[in-house]
Structures are given as structure tokens and as C-alpha cells.
């Protein structure tokens, strides 16, 4: 099994905690301001936190019908949260899985500063093209920029 990672880091004037609530914490967020993107988010099993699986539906606009992740972390206090996609079309038949780490810190503007990391685990000897990495790191873009222009329109919201 292979392992192919990146990071980004995507600067705001939203707070952290607010973007972690609405970036994090709301399922039913995305799915409202990004219909296209995100159907619905649905808890199979758990309570939210570590251990909890997720089903999430995707929009028309997406490739993929729907994934299953795991939450790994879920840290209010330190703004963090990790999850592994462990099942659905979005894994291709060629990812045994896919880690996501996000951390919502203080940016230098008093903002805040998203910082994500992604690895990707490939099966045997299968190799994922960067074209695949980018189009996984602009959908990530999309959602974040859309929820950073909701909470810009709504500035009394997850405070």
C-alpha cells in the first residue's frame, strides 16, 4: 500500500471558532448552502464523537453518490478534528482510504487559519494522479469559501 499526501492552508477573517462550528460541527451547513455539492450528512452510528460514522450523501454536481467515515478526532477545545473515509464510490477501487486532519488556528489578522492534511492510501501498486489531488483539493476550497461567505452574510451565527 501506497501513501500520497498534501497539505493546504486557507486564511480567513472568520474565527476559528466559528469556523470550526459551521466547518466542523454542523452537518446540516453544507448541505444547505452547497446543495449541489453535499445532500444530506447522516450519523449511522455514534454520538458525534470519536468512533462516530457518517454517511454522506453527495449533491448532483459530484461524480460520487456517497461515502462512510469514521470520526477519529473531535478536539472543541484545540479546534481540531480528524475523520478516514472508509467506504464509497468516491475511494474509486483504488484507495483502501482517505485521513483528513483539519485545525482551526488564530491566524496573524486575528482571523483564522485552516490547516488541512490529506492522505490518500492506495491499494497495491495503484498510483493516484495529481490531476485526482487537485480536484479533491478544489472541492475542499468550494466548501470552505462558501461557508466562510455564509458566516460573512450572517455574522451572529455560531458565536
Known sequence: MGVVSYSMEV???ISPVRM?????????LVATILPQAIKSVETVEGDGGPG???LVHFGDASTFNSVKHRVDELD??????????IEGDALMGALEKITNELEF???????????????YYTK??????????K?????????????????????????
Open 105 to 119: 488556528e488564530v491566524g496573524p489578522d486575528g482571523g483564522c487559519v485552516c490547516k488541512n492534511t490529506s492522505k
Open 76 to 85: 472543541k477545545e484545540k479546534l481540531r478534528y480528524s475523520y478516514t473515509i
Open 20 to 28: 470550526f462550528k459551521a466547518f466542523v460541527l454542523d452537518d446540516k
Open 124 to 133: 497495491e501498486s495503484i498510483e493516484i494522479k495529481e490531476e485526482q489531488i
Open 11 to 13: 486564511s480567513t477573517s
Open 135 to 159: 480536484a479533491g483539493k478544489e472541492k475542499a476550497m468550494v466548501m470552505f469559501k462558501a461557508i466562510e461567505a455564509h458566516l460573512l452574510a450572517n455574522p451572529d451565527s455560531y458565536n
Open 52 to 54: 462516530t460514522i457518517k
